[in-house]
């Protein structure tokens, strides 16, 4: 069993910049990370990917904008995300799972972009 804790949600400007974090209570090094997000009133949406040879995904909406990574050694895998817009507006979840089936999820962290 793995337990996922996320932080590093805030409220920032258009355009400002925020990096996630997301702590596992176990080793990652076999895990696929990722995260999803989820805007009021709409589903929850996945975001990014990386797995466990460190090959990285992202949705097109965040292509170039956001990146993921991880770090084996301090169990924590990372959201980074640059010129934030007000449609990023939603919680972030981050989540694990072998092979990307994510077995396990956090419990989000809030992040609010203005206009």
């Known amino acids: 069993q793995v337990q996922l804790a996320e932080s590093g949600g805030d409220s920032v400007q258009d355009g400002g910049s925020l990096k996630l974090s997301c702590v596992a209570s176990g080793s990652t090094w076999r895990y696929c990370m990722g995260w999803f997000r989820q805007a009021p009133g709409k589903e929850r949406e996945w975001v990014a990917r990386?797995?466990?040879?460190?090959?990285?995904y992202y949705d097109e909406s965040v292509e170039g904008r956001f990146t993921i990574s991880k770090d084996n050694s301090k169990k924590t895998s990372y959201l980074q995300m640059k010129n934030l817009k007000p449609e990023d507006t939603a919680m972030y979840y981050c989540?694990?799972?072998?092979?990307?089936?994510?077995?396990?999820w956090g419990q989000g962290t809030q992040v609010v972009v203005s206009s």
């Open positions: 989540a694990a799972g072998v092979g990307c089936a994510w077995d396990y």
């Open positions: 990386i797995d466990t040879i460190g090959l990285t």
